[in-house]
Each structure stands twice: as structure tokens, then as C-alpha cells.
């Protein structure tokens, strides 16, 4: 049974196909997003808002070949209340895509192919001998759209879920290579954005709920929808009582979605999430020994944006006059969202036990786990409300030390920078020692590899405060603890 839930937030993307599916030209348009982020609603529910419901068909390929998807495709255009004529088969049964989708043209204003990367494998599973950058029935919708089509408004919307392959379809001799009116990429919701799905929460119940969902849609829904109002008690139960999906999960995002397989790839995840970051570290983790062992794995993962690359924000910033590119050396690597790496720290390892001893384990484990999480939250607070034009971190050696500084933001053209720190503890923190440990940074800091005389502010985020200051020894201070968050949160939507 499909479920319809209420549909909050992307109104930009959802201004953006409005106006597309609106235009009175063919358009072939391309929708990517990991799974789970809510694709297909999205396009359900901008067609339901154009009223165009009875315009607009979805078809899902299923894993098979090419003939069995044709009667799919007849079966889902049925769904609609409409029976079109079967097409006789050609000699070469991919042809046969061009009198059905002429058939489609008369009754429809347009055709979604849902999970497009399964119609592409059965091309190739159909024809095996061509080169995969040939894939029939890419040949197929490229040639529609530039000679085949005769309605001349007729829309075609290609979304799946496997980044890399829809990528990879306007890329290199590809047929489809620059023949997309419209890309769109749905995102995860930003923390601030949970408000539209749990309006009452506080700030420390949204932030232990962002911890293991990210913005996803599915795993918001999944809580929202319970009979429980407590995130723990939620936890606990669905523990209990979904195992399937706690534990089979993280497969469906990495093999099924992102078309990885391997175990490598699986250690290398395992790895980043135990805090082994750089190449060196990841290289030990796997007792490997040659870079080479793990650069193609990286190079993947960080294509399908299962991971990210991460530098100093201040190494990315270059004069305006600077052409030559600077050759980034002090990377790390981080999991790209959080419940891939709530699965790797917490659920990976705890199969075995009792559920309710996977629960306390969590628990235990979640106030050091959020720390990370919650400096995330707080840079993404600073996107939102600050003008800088570089937002991110800080780290390099202090007196040989390894230091961080959690938020730096700068504007080179005005000469000023904000370094922030934050601090999710139980424990009140008292600003006067955390603005001693952020004054360090000022002197360590450089910018296109010099030393700057910026004006700098600082901020400090922390869940509670021994007491608060807005100066120290003549530096600007703000201090924000949830409450105030809070507060600043409820005015970002």
C-alpha cells in the first residue's frame, strides 16, 4: 500500500518543475537524489498541483528485459484509466518504444520513467554485445527527442535513484550527453527544516532525531508516523519490530541505489565512520599498504557522494586574480549524511545482541555522537543567517598539536572572519575557557598560505552555559545555548 503524506518544503524545486512541465516544448528532464529522499512525491505532488494527474503517467521499469518492461509499461498506462492499443512487436523489439510512445503523445502530456537505471540495464541485458556507453534504449529517447516526437509540448522526466548512472548519462559519448532541458537534484532537508515536521519538538529532541535520519523524508516519516511521541521509545520499539529495515537498509543505499558492491567499499565506509579520515589512516584500518588499494573505492564512493571530501575552508580560498589552481593536500573524508553513519557506528556491530541492549548501547554512545553533528547544524545556521562567502572549518598544527577550529567563516573583500566553536555536553560550558581556546586559532590561521590581519568576531553554540558574554578582553562574542537556537531556528522558514 502507498502511503501519501503531507508534502512540506522544496519550493524552489517545485517552482522549478511548475515551470517546466508549464512550457509549450518538448522538455527532457533528469531528477536524481539518493533514495528515500522523495522523488517520486515530489513530481506527484507538483502534478497534482498543475492538475495534471490525468496528463502525467508514471512508468517503473522493473529488473527484467526489454519485452517484459513493454507489457509494464501497457500496464501502467492502464492504471490510468486508459487502454491503449498493444503495439505489434518489431523484428527488433526496442523499436517498438516509438509507436508506444507515439500512442502516449495522443492521450498524455507526459511520461515519468521511475527508476530509469532498471529500463537502462535491460537495454544492456536485451542487446549485451554494445558498448555500454551505447545503450539502446538511451539511443532510443535521444533520437525521440530530436526526430521522433509530434507533440511538440510532449515531456519526458527520466529520475532514479542510482546517482552515479544518472549521472553518468550527460557525461562522455553518452547518447543522452547534453540533451537535458532541466536537471533537478533533490537534497536532504537542512536541519532547520525538521520544524516542518515536528513543529513542537525542541531543539535537543530535533537534533536526536537528525542524528539518525539527516533530512531524509522516509526516515522522518517513519518516527512522525508512530503511535510514540518519544524519539527513545520509538527507537526502541522499531528496534524491535522492523529489523529488517534496521538491518538491510544500509544495502538498499549502497549496492541497490549508488550500483556499489564489494566489501572494500563496506570496510572503507566502517573506517571513515570509526573517525579514520585520511587516506594514511584509512589505508591502516584495512592493513593495506599502497594508496592505490583504496583510490579507486575512494574515487566511487565520492562520485555517488556516498562520501565527501572535505579541506580547511580557508586552503579553498584563492585572490580573484590567482589563476593557478592550489593542489589540496590537507583532505579528509566524511560519510555524507547522518544515517549512514548512525548504521556504521551503531547498528553494524550490534546485530547480535538483544534489542534492548542495542538501545542502551546507542544511548550511551548518542551525546558523543551528536557532537559532530551538532557542529554541523551550527555552520548550517551560519549559511543561513551570515553573509560570509566562505563557511566551513578550520584545522592545522598548533605547536605540533592537531587542532580544530568547528565553524570559520570569512569574507576576504571586507576583511572580517567569525571562528565559532560548539560544544553539545550535558555539562554547562563556561564561554570564558571555550573563547581562550578559540583565540589560539587567530595567530595559526592563514589565507592563500599568508597570515591576514582580519577583524575577527566569535560564536559560541553549547546546549547550556554556566553563565553568558558578549566580550572578551575586547573581542565581539555571541552566545547562543537550544533555547536561543531555538529561537533563530523558528525564523529560517
Given at each position: 500500500m502507498i502511503t501519501h503524506h503531507d508534502f512540506f518544503g522544496r519550493q524552489q524545486e517545485i517552482a522549478n518543475l511548475s515551470r517546466i512541465l508549464q512550457l509549450n516544448t518538448f522538455q527532457l528532464i533528469r531528477i536524481t537524489g539518493r533514495r528515500r529522499i522523495g522523488k517520486t512525491e515530489f513530481v506527484r505532488f507538483v502534478r497534482n498541483q498543475l492538475n495534471l494527474n490525468s496528463?502525467?503517467?508514471?512508468?517503473?521499469?522493473?529488473?527484467?528485459?526489454?519485452?517484459?518492461?513493454?507489457?509494464?509499461?501497457?500496464?501502467?498506462?492502464?492504471?490510468?484509466?486508459?487502454?491503449?492499443?498493444?503495439?505489434?512487436?518489431?523484428k527488433s523489439i526496442i523499436l517498438t518504444?516509438?509507436?508506444?510512445?507515439?500512442?502516449?503523445?495522443?492521450?498524455?502530456?507526459?511520461?515519468?520513467?521511475?527508476?530509469?537505471?532498471?529500463?537502462?540495464?535491460?537495454?544492456?541485458?536485451?542487446?549485451?554485445?554494445?558498448?555500454?556507453?551505447?545503450?539502446?534504449?538511451?539511443?532510443?529517447?535521444?533520437?525521440?527527442?530530436?526526430n521522433k516526437q509530434t507533440n511538440p509540448s510532449f515531456k519526458i522526466i527520466l529520475m532514479g535513484s542510482e546517482v552515479s548512472l544518472m549521472e553518468e548519462l550527460d557525461e562522455g559519448n553518452r547518447p543522452l550527453r547534453g540533451l537535458f532541458d532541466s536537471v533537478i537534484k533533490l537534497e536532504p532537508f537542512k536541519f532547520y527544516e525538521l520544524q516542518y515536521f515536528f513543529p513542537n519538538k525542541t531543539f535537543a529532541e530535533l537534533l536526536d532525531i537528525f542524528g539518525?535520519?539527516?533530512?531524509?523524508?522516509?526516515?522522518?516519516?517513519?518516527?512522525?508516523?508512530?503511535?510514540?511521541?518519544?524519539?527513545?521509545?520509538?527507537l526502541s520499539d522499531s528496534i524491535i519490530k522492523d529489523r529488517s529495515f534496521w538491518f538491510s537498509e544500509i544495502n538498499s543505499i549502497i549496492e541497490a541505489d549508488f550500483s556499489i558492491h564489494g566489501t572494500r567499499?563496506?570496510?572503507?565506509?566502517?573506517?571513515?565512520?570509526?573517525g579514520k579520515t585520511r587516506s594514511n589512516e584509512i589505508l591502516a584500518e584495512l592493513n593495506?599498504?599502497?594508496?592505490?588499494?583504496?583510490?579507486?573505492?575512494?574515487?566511487?564512493?565520492?562520485?555517488?557522494?556516498?562520501i565527501v571530501e572535505e579541506y580547511p575552508i580557508n586552503e579553498l580560498y584563492r585572490p580573484p586574480h590567482t589563476t593557478k589552481p592550489r593542489n589540496l593536500?590537507?583532505?579528509?573524508?566524511?560519510?555524507?549524511?547522518?544515517?549512514?553513519?548512525?548504521w556504521f557506528r551503531f547498528i553494524k556491530t550490534t546485530e547480535a545482541l538483544d534489542p534492548t541492549r542495542i538501545t542502551k548501547f546507542i544511548q550511551e554512545g548518542y551525546s558523543d555522537y551528536l557532537g559532530k553533528i551538532f557542529e554541523r547544524v551550527c555552520r548550517e545556521i551560519i549559511e543561513k543567517t551570515t553573509d560570509y562567502s566562505y563557511i566551513g572549518r578550520w584545522w592545522g598544527k598548533i605547536d605540533h598539536v592537531m587542532e580544530e577550529c568547528d565553524i570559520l567563516a570569512f569574507d576576504p573583500q571586507k576583511n572580517e572572519a567569525l571562528l565559532g566553536i560548539c560544544k553539545w555536553t550535558n555539562k554547562s560550558q563556561n564561554p570564558n575557557k571555550l573563547m581562550k581556546q578559540a583565540i589560539r586559532y587567530e595567530d595559526h590561521i592563514l589565507y592563500n598560505r599568508k597570515a591576514r590581519d582580519m577583524n575577527y568576531k566569535y560564536i559560541i553554540f553549547s546546549k547550556n552555559f554556566e553563565f553568558e558574554i558578549d566580550h572578551f578582553y575586547g573581542r565581539e562574542v555571541e552566545c547562543y545555548n537550544a533555547d536561543r537556537l531555538y529561537a533563530l531556528m523558528k525564523t529560517l522558514i
Open positions: 496528463k502525467i503517467i508514471f512508468h517503473t521499469p522493473i529488473e527484467s528485459d526489454i519485452s517484459t518492461n513493454l507489457e509494464k509499461l501497457y500496464l501502467d498506462i492502464e492504471e490510468t484509466g486508459t487502454e491503449l492499443p498493444h503495439i505489434p512487436s518489431k518504444y516509438y509507436p508506444i510512445f507515439r500512442q502516449i503523445e495522443k492521450y498524455f502530456s507526459g511520461l515519468v520513467i521511475d527508476e530509469y537505471p532498471r529500463l537502462h540495464r535491460a537495454g544492456q541485458l536485451t542487446y549485451p554485445k554494445l558498448p555500454k556507453d551505447k545503450n539502446p534504449i538511451d539511443e532510443i529517447i535521444k533520437d525521440y527527442k530530436e539518525y535520519s539527516d533530512g531524509i523524508p522516509l526516515y522522518l516519516w517513519k518516527f512522525k508516523d508512530s503511535k510514540f511521541d518519544n524519539f527513545w521509545d520509538w567499499y563496506g570496510a572503507i565506509l566502517d573506517a571513515i565512520a570509526k593495506l599498504e599502497k594508496t592505490g588499494d583504496i583510490t579507486p573505492y575512494l574515487q566511487k564512493l565520492l562520485r555517488t557522494n556516498v593536500k590537507n583532505g579528509i573524508y566524511r560519510l555524507s549524511d547522518n544515517f549512514i553513519a548512525f
